[in-house]
């Protein structure tokens, strides 16, 4: 809306609310500055010492100029303090729950800690979709530090012992600054993140690559099978041996299996695809209750396809004895940071001295 050149640019729907009544402000300020200056001006001049203009009927005292001064003068001011209130109250409304995306942050010395309702991690960085509201709820680790995000014209306090939130819907796709505008130590000045905000395309690609942005590599369909095998729960029921709950999937890919019905089909890949998505269609034999849920309208057909290259990977030998599925490991590859298992380069910037400042660094590299 505005191209003032010394205001960040709007990202997102106050923006336009706030600089129309920042500019005001701002005008009236100038406007004021200007009548001021120019009744010194012409004043110091007319009747500076030595001059001759008239002093005749000189006034030090007009009740009726000054109530004509005032009362304006405090309308306009309440008039403003009623604008930015409502501007307050309009930004702190939360929206309800479920609507828009949630965000958790705490914010410590020196970084900020991101994470997603679904459990993706970020440090110093948030990805957000464009167009829908996001609520951060916040809190401190040890000093009071500011969530500061100047494109969205968003601002609010991080405080220790309880929770703050902030809110704002961003309106342009973008890399945006993430601040924290609070003085709290040595390296507050690197305190800095950003926010990417992303089409609701490039938004469900990135969640489902499992919010690493990092990964030089994308995950093998393997690991992404047995990703989705994890998060789906499979393992409850299929281990690494035949047990009440449902037969084993180790070793099973191109075995004739015996069914319910008799046949003995061959475990192909259409034979697994279809144990997925229509399970009770004809069943192995030894199962006859319809426990397995039928994933037809829940994966798709990608996950389908990862789902059977993980269960390829199952031989015996791939597996580790009572542990529920064979553990699939990578050289160089850490299992514990987030639900990709794989180690991301935030973290590992973490682990030095400014995680801001190598973080920044980074992100700025890959670009
Ligand atoms: C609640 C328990 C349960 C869960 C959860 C479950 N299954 Fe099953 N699964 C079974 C049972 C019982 C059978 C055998 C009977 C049948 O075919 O319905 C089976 C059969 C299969 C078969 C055919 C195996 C054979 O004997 O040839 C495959 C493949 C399979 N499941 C894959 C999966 C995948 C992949 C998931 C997760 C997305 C999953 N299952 C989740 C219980 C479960
Ligand atoms: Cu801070």
């Not at 120019?38 to 001059?51: D, H, M, P, Q």
């Not at 499992?210 to 499979?234: D, H, I, S, V, W």
């Amino acid at each position: 809306m505005y191209k003032f050149p010394l205001m960040p640019v709007s990202a997102s729907e106050r923006a336009p609310y706030y600089d129309a009544l920042f500019f005001t402000i701002t005008a009236l300020t100038v406007f004021f500055t200007l009548v001021v200056g120019a009744l010194i001006l012409t004043f110091v001049t007319r009747y500076r010492a030595g001059s001759k203009a008239s002093r005749k009927g000189a006034t030090d005292h007009n009740s009726i100029v000054e109530i004509a001064t005032i009362i304006p003068m405090l309308g306009l001011a309440l008039g403003i303090f009623a604008w930015s209130a409502t501007n307050f109250v309009n930004f702190r409304k939360i929206p309800e729950k479920g609507k828009g995306t949630e965000v958790f942050v705490i914010g410590k010395q020196w970084m900020w800690h991101l994470q997603h309702l679904n459990g993706i991690r970020e440090n110093n960085e948030l990805h957000i979709p464009v167009g829908r509201p996001v609520t951060m709820t916040m809190i401190s680790q040890d000093v009071i530090h500011a969530m500061y995000l100047p494109e969205m014209r968003a601002q609010y306090h991080v405080v220790p012992g309880r929770y703050t939130r902030i809110t704002f819907t961003p309106t342009k796709v973008g890399r945006y600054r993430m601040l924290c505008n609070m003085l709290c130590g040595t390296q507050h000045s690197e305190m800095v993140g950003q926010v990417y905000v992303m089409s609701e395309k490039d938004y469900a690609e990135w969640l489902n690559k499992g919010g690493n942005r990092y990964k030089e590599t994308p995950m093998t369909m393997q690991e992404a099978g047995r990703q989705l095998f994890e998060q789906k729960g499979c393992g409850n029921c299929h281990t690494d041996r035949d047990n009440q709950r449902a037969p084993t999937l180790v070793g099973i890919y191109n075995t004739n299996r015996l069914m319910d019905d008799g046949s003995t089909p061959k475990a192909d890949e259409e034979y697994l695809r279809d144990s997925i998505l229509n399970p009770w269609r004809v069943q192995t034999k030894g199962y006859t209750d319809k426990t397995m849920p039928a994933y037809k309208n829940e994966l798709t057909e990608e996950q389908v396809l990862q789902l059977i290259a993980y269960t390829k990977s199952l031989t015996p030998g791939n597996n580790v004895p009572g542990q529920p599925m064979a553990a699939y490991e990578r050289p160089g590859v850490s299992t514990e940071s987030g639900p990709t298992g794989r180690t991301n380069a935030a973290d590992e910037a973490n682990k030095s001295v400014s995680a801001g400042s190598t973080q920044f660094n980074q992100a700025e590299m890959k670009r």
